[in-house]
Structures are given as structure tokens and as C-alpha cells.
């Protein structure tokens, strides 16, 4: 794609001139504070509320609880934001006029959404460390024992996930010419995946699979290598068609 490279620095440019560089890092790194206090005083504020007897039967804190919040967290609430920051990706740049510049100069314009979802998901890497940085240190100061690789497979699973609804959103934002539209796709979307992972086919298949794995490897569990391959590849697929049809899409779009 003629001129990619180019409009991938534009767009991290953007992103770190805009309320991107600060929304994802901070939600993620508050989240990953919280997820650890809530698994550390949750037992003795239910226990405050309903009494000693409710306080006994709940499990005594640990670093599963605290690995486990982080991905309740990342599935339920932090997803919503991944979604919401690609929706603007080209539909804001078609509303305020500045697609326009695309049309007279030496660039492709199907690079375009491809560059955005590139700069969005450097964005989300690097929100997903330093979140991941504050969860290890805050279990650590807890429990004394924070082990890495369960948290790691966790917040990687998840990374992979959250990536998968983000070319969604982004492509759409190509497809449609419109933010609202765009958010509202990337939220069905992950609604209806929500609800396809309780279903043990549809989640052994498809990419609801991955919103299932990150609490599989906070809790500690074996997961097999097709429960793995299987969900990953086909969100892989899914990502590559729907980016496709959105940069065809904007190329053939009037600006």
C-alpha cells in the first residue's frame, strides 16, 4: 500500500496529540490498582455488610482473586473503552474534511484505516504492560507472591481479544462513515460474543473463546494448545476480512 508507512506515523502522531495518549494507559493502570484492593478488602466489606458468617464461606484473598479481578475488569468494563477509541479512526476524519488532504496526495487511501488500527493497537500494547507492570506490583505488595506467567498469558489472551474488536470497530468506522455507528457495531458485537461464549461449540470456534482463556490462566488452569490455536486463528481471519472491506470500502468513498 502505497504511502502506509507514512500515514501510520501520521496516526501515532494523532493519537499521542490527542486524549488517546492518556485514556487507555490510565484506565488500565486504575484498573489494575483496583482489581487488586477489591480482591484484598472485598472479603471483609461483604463480610462488614452481611455478616461473619457470610465473611467465612468466601475464600480467603490471594493472587488468583487478584489476577482474576484484572480480567473481570479487562472483559467488562476496559473492553468497552478499546471499543470507543477506534470508532472515530476514519469516520472523524471524513466528517471534519481533513480525508480530503488523502485525495491529493501520493498515498493510498485503503492504507488509511489499516494505519489507524496500527496505531491504535501500539496505543493498546502499551497500555496493556503498564497495566499489567501495575497489577504485578500491587499483588506482589499484598500477597508476597505474584507469580508472571499466569498474568502475563492472561493479559496477552485478553491483549488478543481486545485487538480483534478494535479492527472491528476501526473497520467499521471505514465501512460506515460514522462514529456513533461504528461504536454501536463494536459493541454489539462484543455483546453477541458475550453471549456465544456460554456456549461451549460456539466458544471452542470462534473468538468468543478468547474472552473465556484470560480467567482460565488467572486461575491457574491447563488449557490445551486447540482451545488456544482454534479461537485465535479465526479471530485472526475474521480481523483480516473485515479490515479488508473497510479499507476497500474507504477507497472507493467520496470525500
Known amino acids: 500500500m502505497t504511502g502506509f508507512s507514512i500515514l501510520c506515523k501520521h496516526e501515532l502522531y494523532a493519537v499521542w496529540r490527542t486524549w488517546h495518549r492518556y485514556v487507555l494507559p490510565t484506565v488500565l493502570c486504575l484498573f489494575g490498582v483496583t482489581s487488586v484492593v477489591l480482591s484484598r478488602f472485598a472479603p471483609d466489606i461483604v463480610g462488614s455488610m452481611m455478616g461473619d458468617a457470610v465473611r467465612k464461606a468466601m ?50 487511501r485503503a492504507s488509511q484505516p489499516l494505519a489507524a488500527l496500527v496505531a491504535r493497537i501500539a496505543v493498546l500494547a502499551s497500555a496493556s504492560v503498564a497495566g499489567m507492570a501495575v497489577v504485578w506490583a500491587a499483588t506482589f505488595g499484598f500477597y508476597r507472591k505474584a507469580p508472571v506467567a499466569p498474568l502475563a498469558e492472561a493479559t496477552a489472551t485478553w491483549f488478543a481479544c481486545a485487538c480483534f474488536f478494535l479492527a472491528v470497530t476501526v473497520a467499521m468506522s471505514s465501512l460506515t462513515g460514522s462514529t456513533l455507528a461504528a461504536a454501536g457495531i463494536g459493541v454489539g458485537s462484543l455483546l453477541l460474543t458475550m453471549i456465544g461464549s456460554a456456549f461451549e461449540p460456539i466458544a471452542e470456534n470462534s473468538p468468543a473463546g478468547l474472552l ?44
Not at 218 to 244: D, N, Q, R, W
Open 59 to 108: 475464600p480467603e484473598p490471594n493472587w488468583h482473586e487478584a489476577y482474576n479481578q484484572w480480567t473481570k475488569n479487562l472483559a467488562q468494563t476496559v473492553m468497552f473503552v478499546v471499543i470507543f477509541t477506534g470508532a472515530g479512526a476514519t469516520s472523524s476524519l471524513v466528517s471534519s474534511g481533513r480525508a480530503q488532504l488523502l485525495a491529493v496526495r501520493p498515498v493510498s
Open 212 to 255: 473465556t482463556l484470560p480467567s482460565s490462566f488467572a486461575e491457574g488452569k491447563t488449557v490445551g494448545a486447540a482451545a488456544i490455536a482454534v479461537p485465535f486463528a479465526t479471530s485472526l481471519a475474521l480481523m483480516v476480512l473485515v479490515v479488508v472491506l473497510g479499507a476497500k470500502s474507504f477507497a472507493r468513498r467520496e470525500l
